[in-house]
């Protein structure tokens, strides 16, 4: 069963990025600086601060990344308050959380929530007629799971 999910005109794009690709981040949000003016920008801490100086435009920030920041932002998504995510990771590294980074790739499949981990997967995203109009995102109905009955031990 599934339920569909307006994603408005103006959308709310998170903004994640690890330490060695937080410039990449910069330099592709000043690369489409005109279609991000567009759209609401949230980000985890560092990586807010870097992409609201290089765009002289307010992000929502929230705490780094270890600290929270992804948790935060996958609070968002799980209410439906995000609408896509570019999270530009480190695949070359591990992360000190990298569980949070899991549950944050986990939560944009259960919500089928666009996400981009690259920059040829964002650049793909953002030029999609979608980020200009409406779009009805179709995404499964979990309704019977919150419902089911759980036996006590």
């Not at 569909?4 to 005109?9: A, D, E």
């Not at 998504?77 to 896509?84: F, H, L, P, R, S």
Request: charged share 25%.
């Amino acid at each position: 069963m599934f339920i569909t999910k307006k994603l408005p005109q103006r959308k709310c794009i998170a903004l994640i990025a690890h330490d060695h690709k937080k410039e990449d981040m910069v330099q592709w949000a000043v690369h489409n600086k005109q279609m991000l003016a567009k759209h609401e920008l949230y980000a985890t801490g560092t990586t807010g601060k870097l992409v609201e100086e290089a765009l002289d435009r307010p992000v929502k920030k929230f705490l780094s990344g270890p600290l929270g920041g992804d948790q935060q932002i996958g609070s968002l998504i799980a209410t439906g308050d995000i609408d896509m995510v570019i999270f530009f990771w480190d695949p070359m590294e591990a992360q000190p959380h990298d569980t949070d980074v899991k549950a944050l790739l986990r939560l944009c499949a259960v919500w089928n929530i666009p996400m981009a981990c690259d920059r040829s997967t964002a650049d793909f995203i953002i030029t999609s007629p979608f980020m200009s109009e409406d779009y009805e995102a179709i995404i499964p109905d979990y309704s019977g799971y919150l419902k089911r009955n759980i036996a006590a031990e």
